[in-house]
């Protein structure tokens, strides 16, 4: 496992782009933000870096390049990796034709390729842009992964799009990368992957396919355990890197420092649990964004946050403290969750970004099963926190405090929220646990093959879509390998109907309701306990439980 940097967006200017720092939208606030530090040296930098121990920097690419090729030279003489990513120029432009997305230009993926020390390119919420198409670009609806089908109004159709357009880029900079790198060893891989930074847990699948690999945000506004299964499955069925991004932005304001109201939007001690919680999904890469959260810079020296001696504690002292005889790839399931991947996380419409579209009314069985595997505390509407029922206090922290006041060195003390907008707690306490507790669950999409289901006690099937492949393998596992079987009562042809139970003891069970209290009591068996969240990686199995009666922190035990 490597751990990695993302680097300044908002503390103090970019040490290789100190110009066109305060030139350019560096967040996805719509807004240009001085810098709040002096500015560093490049070497100053580099320096705290390697202080840090990050094995490699996460470089947002400014859209002019401006301080690519000092940015390269610094990078060979640290000997420090580089992942290059395109979130400026998501947000500024240039886009590519027909899209709201910046491509890295070839000639800059061919030079950092040659370096030896080019790891990655990372896409900035894909899922996010195609979706919700006029987040940054609006002179037009333009999805990330091009508009060309978007009058196509089958969900199937939209979705082989996206893929296939995923797979012309990816096959695009394989192309640029094998021309100065030998190839990767593993067939079907790359040295240089196309990395999906995701917030919302939809097209992980969908991207896989198409060739990316996986960079699932932890902390943000996400049902941790929910998106963590999502990206192992996903990671696993396609045979696909994990990255992790512990994402420092989010929905929480309190008594830490805080450089604009989100950033950083978690506490130091939910920080924490998230870096441990990360770590024990052992991903091949795990990385932090921003750095700027924990560091601050006086002109002279660089000074540790909170958030700074938090990961200086995980990385000298936790990291060596437990090994790990395992990786993400040796995820395995008591519960096998397919579903297709219908790019829905409650907002219930605009399917792959389409306009045209009608988002399937059967997609939110995904929710309703979601509820169901987490002792119902993940809700039944929604696979993420954007959506009805949650307000965030960075809004009022927004509102209550004047920007030039910020950075606020000691946080803030929120005044009371409002009774309509305390709905979802007391109104003074952060919205955004860790803590929902799943059993061993990985979630594949509808093409999932039979051993991908090998050990599965309960396979589950939700969703507007499944492929008959799919659907053989899972009736063999019933028929012949005594699993259970809850299946959409709308996934399946006539004859296969009814319910069966079978002489090795599986069953086939058809429902037309995740949330009805029988399909309740048949999955029952298979749920575990309401205070504990499991995910097995071979003969080792990782329990969490809530380290704080909200279930902010984690605690863990890795058994086996």
Request: glycine share 8%; hydrophobic share 40%; net charge negative.
């Amino acid at each position: 496992m490597k751990f990695g940097m993302q680097g300044t967006v908002i503390g103090w200017q970019d040490p290789w782009a100190q110009t066109a720092s305060e030139l350019y939208m560096r967040t996805g606030t719509g807004q240009i933000y001085p810098s709040q530090d002096p500015p560093p040296g490049r070497q100053a930098f580099m320096e705290q870096l390697k202080q840090l121990q990050a094995d490699f920097y996460v470089h947002h690419v400014f859209p002019g390049l401006e301080g690519q090729q000092e940015l390269l030279a610094d990078m060979l003489a640290y000997g420090m990796e580089l992942c290059l990513g395109n979130e400026y120029g998501n947000i500024n432009g240039p886009w590519e034709e027909g899209t709201n997305r910046y491509d890295i230009p070839d000639e800059q993926i061919r030079l950092a390729a040659a370096s030896g020390l080019l790891i990655g390119l990372l896409f900035d919420e894909p899922e996010h842009l195609q979706i919700n198409a006029a987040q940054y670009r609006k002179d037009g609806w333009f999805p990330h992964w091009s508009s060309l089908t978007m009058e196509q109004e089958n969900v199937a159709a939209l979705r082989e799009a996206l893929t296939a357009a995923v797979a012309k880029r990816d096959a695009h900079v394989r192309s640029i990368v094998t021309e100065v790198q030998v190839p990767s060893p593993s067939p079907g891989t790359s040295n240089v992957p196309l990395i999906s930074e995701q917030v919302f847990p939809v097209l992980f699948h969908a991207q896989a396919r198409g060739g990316m690999a996986l960079c699932p945000k932890i902390m943000k506004e996400s049902f941790q355990s929910l998106q963590l299964a999502t990206a192992l499955g996903a990671a696993k069925q396609y045979n696909r890197p994990l990255w992790l991004c512990a994402d420092l932005w989010g929905p929480d304001a309190g008594e830490w420092p805080i450089r604009t109201p989100g950033f950083p939007g978690h506490s130091p001690a939910e920080f924490a649990s998230a870096l441990r919680m990360g770590y024990l999904m052992s991903p091949t890469h795990l990385f932090v964004e921003n750095v700027d959260a924990l560091m601050r810079f006086d002109g002279h020296s660089f000074q540790q946050t909170a958030f700074g001696d938090v990961w200086q504690q995980f990385r000298q002292e936790f990291v060596a403290a437990h090994p790990l005889p395992y990786s993400h790839m040796d995820a395995s399931a008591d519960i096998a969750f397919i579903h297709s991947d219908d790019s829905n996380y409650g907002q219930n419409e605009r399917p792959f970004g389409s306009l045209a579209a009608a988002m399937p009314q059967e997609s939110q069985s995904i929710f309703h099963v979601w509820h169901l595997l987490s002792h119902r505390t993940i809700p039944a509407h929604g696979s993420c926190m954007h959506i009805p029922g949650y307000t965030f206090p960075r809004h009022r922290l927004k509102a209550s405090i004047a920007e030039e006041r910020f950075p606020l060195w000691k946080g803030a003390q929120l005044p009371p929220a409002p009774a309509a907008a305390a709905a979802n707690r007391d109104g003074t306490a952060a919205v955004h646990p860790l803590f929902f507790p799943l059993n061993n669950v990985l979630v594949y999409d509808e093409f999932a093959a039979e051993p991908q289901l090998a050990g599965a006690k309960l396979i589950i099937a939700a969703g507007s879509s499944l492929s008959s492949g799919t659907l053989r393998a899972m009736r063999r596992r019933a028929e012949h390998a005594g699993a259970v079987v809850l299946v959409a009562l709308w996934l399946l042809p006539e004859a296969w109907k009814q319910r069966c139970i079978f002489p090795g003891g599986g069953a086939w069970l058809p429902t037309a309701d995740f949330l009805s209290d029988e399909t309740a009591e048949l999955a029952r068996p298979f749920l575990g306990r309401p205070d504990c969240w499991v995910q097995r990686f071979g003969n080792k199995e990782v329990h969490f439980h809530k380290g704080d009666h909200g279930g902010f922190t984690l605690d863990f035990e890795l058994n086996g």
